[in-house]
T-cell receptor
Framework: GAVVSQHPSRVICKSGTSVKIECRSL??????MFWYRQFPKKSLMLMAT?????????EQGVEKDKFLINHASLTLSTLTVTSAHPEDSSFYIC?????????????FGPGTRLLVL | QKEVEQNSGPLSVPEGAIASLNCTYS??????FFWYRQYSGKSPELIMS????GDKEDGRFTAQLNKASQYVSLLIRDSQPSDSATYLC????????????FGAGTRLAVHP
């Protein structure tokens, strides 16, 4: 149980385009989903927290207009990187917590590697 | 002061030995603690959670929590080369949304 998927696993895009990343909980209802980014050899940086049906809560320093998060259902959240630039290239990872196991545990998706040219 | 601190390592141990990974946290009233393992290029995977003072064992892994000292550790018995990874300590601070604060991780290298 507690499987979280992400799509795509890898994406290359041109500077100025937008990229959408999907995060799905496959076998449980995710009342809360989290989006992280991670640079090489660095720790996870929480970008935002989203609850189903509510606006996302962004961490300090994260531009909400650049990183659009939608949590439309209990199994799906999306992160859209708008007008991507090379400095947005990173490893984006979602996690979910909810009805699987204890409700505090976060289960991570496999991540999406974004490269902006 | 960082909220969750870990020694970055690398911690090098021989195969079969016990690896001891340590973590300290600053929020005295934190109640929930987690250990994740992250292989290079992959996302974190949960090893175990611990909520009460004392030890919690799961197979070769033992988590130890001491809230008075604000300290949580992970012991890996009979370390294997496949245990070589970065181990992330995470603490749930008081407040909403179940968000976790992660340490920077300790890189473990188990050599044959």
């Amino acid at each position: 149980g507690a499987v979280v998927s992400q799509h795509p696993s890898r994406v290359i895009c041109k500077s100025g385009t937008s990229v959408k990343i999907e995060c799905r909980s496959l076998d449980f209802q995710a009342t809360t989903m989290f989006w992280y980014r991670q640079f090489p050899k660095k720790s996870l940086m929480l970008m935002a927290t989203s609850n189903e049906g509510s606006k996302a809560t962004y961490e300090q320093g994260v531009e909400k207009d650049k990183f659009l998060i939608n949590h439309a259902s209990l199994t799906l959240s999306t992160l859209t990187v708008t007008s991507a630039h090379p400095e947005d290239s990173s490893f984006y990872i979602c996690s979910a917590s909810g009805t699987s196991g204890d409700q505090e545990t976060q289960y991570f998706g496999p991540g999406t590697r974004l490269l902006v040219l | 002061q960082k909220e969750v601190e870990q020694n970055s390592g690398p911690l090098s141990v021989p195969e079969g030995a016990i690896a001891s990974l340590n973590c300290t946290y600053s929020d005295r009233v934190s109640q929930s603690f987690f250990w994740y393992r992250q292989y290079s290029g992959k996302s974190p995977e949960l090893i175990m959670s611990i909520y009460s003072n004392g030890d919690k064992e799961d197979g070769r892994f033992t988590a130890q929590l001491n809230k008075a000292s604000q300290y949580v550790s992970l012991l890996i018995r009979d370390s294997q080369p496949s245990d070589s990874a970065t181990y992330l300590c995470a603490v749930r601070p008081t407040g909403g949304y179940n968000k976790l604060i992660f340490g920077a991780g300790t890189r473990l290298a188990v050599h044959p």
